[in-house]
């Protein structure tokens, strides 16, 4: 099964994804935690994309697209979930191209739907594993011990994308870049909107309902 899943930052993109990958076994492809590995690995392609990132900018399309092609062709035979990218209309169309040079498809795209102060509330209280990328909540869902990740015990943290310019900005960049995805999709028939407000299990629940239609 191949599954695009879009959405708003903080729509919960990469919490439901480590749930669907867990049921389904699917390879998880958020460009996201690319970019974020390269960072931490201080390659150039991280300290590119760092300078884009740490405002809540987007990373150039032709980056972003290069990376992508990279690790779609090395899929052999997984299904996949793409979280977070295409995020602008020309990486769709790469993406289309990209589909049709591997001879690969897409089963369900799907799109989270949250409206804009939940999405404030969740960036803002958003905490990470530095380690695992484990994604927890400082009020709604946090580790059992203080800053301390449940599942590898690596410090956990604040991204510097959720501080408050950063958050403010990304939503102004999602409107005007990201949003034309959602039509994009739309035009086509193929974009399933699901609810993603409420409890992670009931969101999850929405999914895993879309994916069985
Ligand atoms: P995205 O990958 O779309 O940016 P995340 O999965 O990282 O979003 O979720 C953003 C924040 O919202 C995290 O702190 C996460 O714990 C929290 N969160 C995710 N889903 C829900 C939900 N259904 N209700 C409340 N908080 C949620
Ligand atoms: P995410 O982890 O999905 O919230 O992404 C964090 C940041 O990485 C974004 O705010 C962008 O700076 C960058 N990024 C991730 N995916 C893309 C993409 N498809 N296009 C451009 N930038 C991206």
Redesign the pocket.
Known sequence: MNILLF??????????SAMLVEKMGMKHIST?DLFRSAIKGQTALGLEAQKFMDKGDLVPDSVVIGMVDEVVQGLSGQGFIL??FPRTVPQAEALDRMLEKYSLGVDRAMF?EVPEEQLIA??S???VCKGCGA???AV??PPKVDGVCDSCGAEVIQRPDDQEDAVRNRLIVYKKSTEPVKAFYQQRNSLVEVD?????GN?FGRLEAALAQ
């Open positions: 959405g708003p930052p903080g729509a919960g993109k990469g919490t439901q996201g979280d977070g989270l969740r960036l209280g958003r905490r994604v927890y909540h709604s869902h993603g407000t409420g409890a992670v969101v």
